[in-house]
């Protein structure tokens, strides 16, 4: 293990299909624990097309914003002083469960890993990057409970080959979840007896990942965004993109008199995403094991400021559902009020620069198979 951050200055990046938001964190020591301190915080939008369901469509465009935003092609931003990176892989096109693996003896290997591992995925396991974490602790059993984490050779080289094209050196490519939970779940907190959700509400897409037993055990993809949200208030209401925009986060997830179709636009989209929650709670109370109640929702992501949707959540599940701090983990008693409305899309990016400041390759058994 390593015991000192060998990637000086390494930063969070996160790529979504509509923005790219990059986090530099700096660390002090407090007594023997550190906290950190925000010494980059950039973002930019993508027009729509650049990026669709997490997969490059138009690369040279996606250069040209990064290099802005790298402070590389002049612009607003400064050059930032570092190559090292920490960037997200697309939750759309990512596989991340808690599986059990045997192994022949007491050393886990790659192959043990990815026999079980083949069981599981939903790609072919020649055309898979395969990422896996012990996550029980190492003692004489020969069945471990593994994270594993998958993506398609082809994405992700498709997202090394653009950060790279930009001069940076990629340290980790991480799921979005993995992240997620690095920035929404407290650490050192002893959450057991308790499982958790954290719910991502995003501008394309959304996931669900539980929380029990100290870890991840799994995520999905959810059928809930901002612009669907979006789409439908333009439709309903026969109005321009952007005044639907701004009357979304005006009104947030409640009656409009002046607009009364409005309600009947979003609620519709609200109420298939209780439908997905309760579907996705069901199937890891029934095919996962010790599973714990969740007794609590998280939300993340910009749509998570959406106004009442907490409420909604809450009400309809039956779980306390609420906005996250996603700054929480940096132990930084000047953050707590940072604006949750600009702080709730950071959450993912916020876990990426976490990683990035800590030990990157720490826990990594990232395997080139
Ligand atoms: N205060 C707010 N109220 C409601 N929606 C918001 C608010 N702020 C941002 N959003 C919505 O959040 C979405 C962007 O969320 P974000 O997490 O940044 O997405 P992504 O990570 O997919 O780029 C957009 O649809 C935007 O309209
Ligand atoms: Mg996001």
Redesign the pocket.
């Known amino acids: 293990m390593l015991l000192r951050n060998p990637f000086s200055g390494a930063f969070g990046l996160?790529i979504?299909?509509?923005?790219i938001k990059l986090i530099q964190l700096s660390s002090s020591p407090f007594y023997e624990r550190q906290y950190f301190k925000i010494k980059e915080l950039r973002f930019t939008s993508l027009p729509p097309g650049l990026i669709a369901g997490g997969e490059i469509q138009q690369p040279e465009l996606v250069r040209k914003k990064l290099l802005y935003l790298l402070g590389k092609e002049g612009g607003i931003f400064k050059p930032v002083n570092s190559s090292w990176v920490v960037a997200n892989l697309p939750e759309p096109k990512t596989f991340l469960k808690l599986i059990d693996v045997e192994s022949s003896d007491n050393v886990l290997t790659s192959v043990d890993v990815a026999y079980q591992a083949k069981k599981h995925l939903p790609f072919e396991l020649e055309d898979t990057y395969l990422d896996w974490q012990v996550i029980t602790p190492t003692d004489n059993t020969k069945k471990k409970q593994v994270l594993i984490g998958a993506i398609p050779k082809v994405v992700a080289d498709s997202y090394t080959y653009l950060l790279e094209s930009v001069g940076l050196n990629p340290i980790a490519l991480e799921v979005e979840s993995a992240a997620l939970a690095r920035s929404m779940i407290t650490a050192d907190k002893d959450y057991s007896g308790q499982a958790r959700a954290i719910l991502?509400?995003?501008?394309?897409?959304s996931s669900l990942i539980i929380y029990d037993n100290n870890s991840i055990q799994f995520s999905t993809t959810l059928n809930f965004?901002?612009?669907l949200v979006?789409a439908a208030i333009a439709q309903e209401l026969k109005i321009e993109h952007s005044r639907a925009?701004e009357l979304?986060?005006k009104n947030?997830l409640k009656y409009d008199s002046h607009n009364p179709k409005y309600l009947t636009a979003v609620s519709g989209i609200a109420e298939n995403l209780i439908n997905e929650l309760k579907i996705t709670l069901l199937f890891y109370k029934e095919h996962f094991n010790n599973t714990n109640a969740v007794s609590r929702i998280t939300l993340c992501?910009?749509?998570a400021?959406?106004?009442n949707i907490d409420n909604f959540i809450s009400r309809q599940l039956k779980i306390a559902a609420h906005p996250g701090h996603p700054w929480k983990n940096l132990r930084n008693k000047k953050l707590y009020d940072f604006d949750p409305?600009k702080s709730?899309?950071l959450a993912?990016a916020i876990g990426l620069a976490l990683k990035a400041i800590q030990n990157p390759l720490q826990n990594s058994n990232y395997q080139k198979l």
């Open positions: 996160e979504g299909d509509l923005s991502d509400l995003g501008g394309t897409r965004s901002g612009e979006t925009e979304k986060i947030g992501g910009g749509m400021a959406w106004e409305n709730l899309p993912c």
